[in-house]
């Protein structure tokens, strides 16, 4: 094949254009998204503080400008979340007219599965993780008397909503796991009984991966690591499925191609 099925070649001048429009596109969609993400940036840290309601502390702040500037967060949080779609989309259409139908058609779940693991990771530790984390930290709170000082739990507006966006990114990220090796696995990088003979290596890396993108609990860092190591089984499965199915096809290639050879017309020239 000469190139990309059903596509025309594109001089470089057209290329960039075409990739500036799709960028135009993408810093549009974000910025819309931002500003209607600000009116309701309250409502969106309503929902994010939610866990933390069970402290029975009210938030504080002791900059003038911190909450702003929140609100700024929180608004930039919601945009890019929202144009994801919009932006993945404007990627996929500017990278696919230069791929085969096939490879078209093999990397189209992997773009369709990335949001998805994104929100189970997110949900994960939103829903799960989150509250066992503050109920942890606020265990540490003391009741002060005549010898004993007292230590309570004064949340900050900023640094809460820091902490929550930083990790409902970081489980995210890390619940693309399988996409990642599945996906390297469909182009042929890596491999099941690879991925099997590293179990040992990868489990430590989840371990320190939890270790630096979780509060530096033990609670805290098992119910990310448990997570990770089970996602990383699932993505030797996947291997193994997509390796069984690429030699399913292979054996019917071939089986294909004998057929033809033993099907093909033959002329015999006789010498006299």
Not at 197 to 225: E, F, H, M
Request: aromatic residues 12%; proline residues 6%; neutral net charge.
């Amino acid at each position: 094949m000469a190139g990309a099925e059903e596509e025309k070649k594109m001089p470089l001048l057209e290329h960039l254009v075409e990739l500036r429009k799709r960028l135009l596109f993408s810093v549009v969609g974000f910025a819309v998204a931002c500003v209607g993400c600000y009116f309701v940036a309250q409502h969106m840290f309503n929902f994010l503080a939610a866990p933390m309601l069970v402290t029975g502390k009210p938030f504080q702040y002791t900059d003038l400008v911190e909450p702003f500037f929140t609100q700024l967060k929180l608004a930039a949080f919601g945009g890019l979340c929202i144009s994801f779609p919009l932006v993945a989309s404007q990627i996929w259409a500017f990278v696919a007219p230069g791929l085969y139908k096939n490879e078209r058609k093999a990397f189209l779940p992997f773009l369709v599965a990335t949001p998805i693991m994104f929100l189970i990771g997110a949900a994960f530790f939103y829903y799960f993780l989150l509250p066992l984390a503050i109920q942890f930290f606020s265990s540490f709170q003391v009741v002060g008397g005549p010898d004993v000082p007292t230590i309570e739990l004064q949340p900050k507006v900023g640094e809460y909503i820091n902490l929550v966006m930083a990790l409902i990114f970081a489980f995210g990220f890390c619940f693309e796991l399988p996409v990642l090796l599945t996906l390297l696995a469909r182009v042929g990088i890596v491999t099941s009984a690879g991925l099997a003979s590293k179990r040992r290596y990868a489990i430590v890396g989840v371990v320190a991966v939890a270790a630096v993108v979780t509060p530096p609990d033990v609670l805290s860092q098992v119910s990310l690591a448990i997570p990770l190591i089970g996602l990383y089984e699932v993505s030797i499965l996947l291997a193994k499925l997509i390796e069984k199915k690429r030699a399913q096809q292979d054996a019917e290639a071939e089986k294909e191609f004998d057929e033809d050879v033993d099907t093909a017309p033959t002329s015999v020239v006789q010498r006299q």
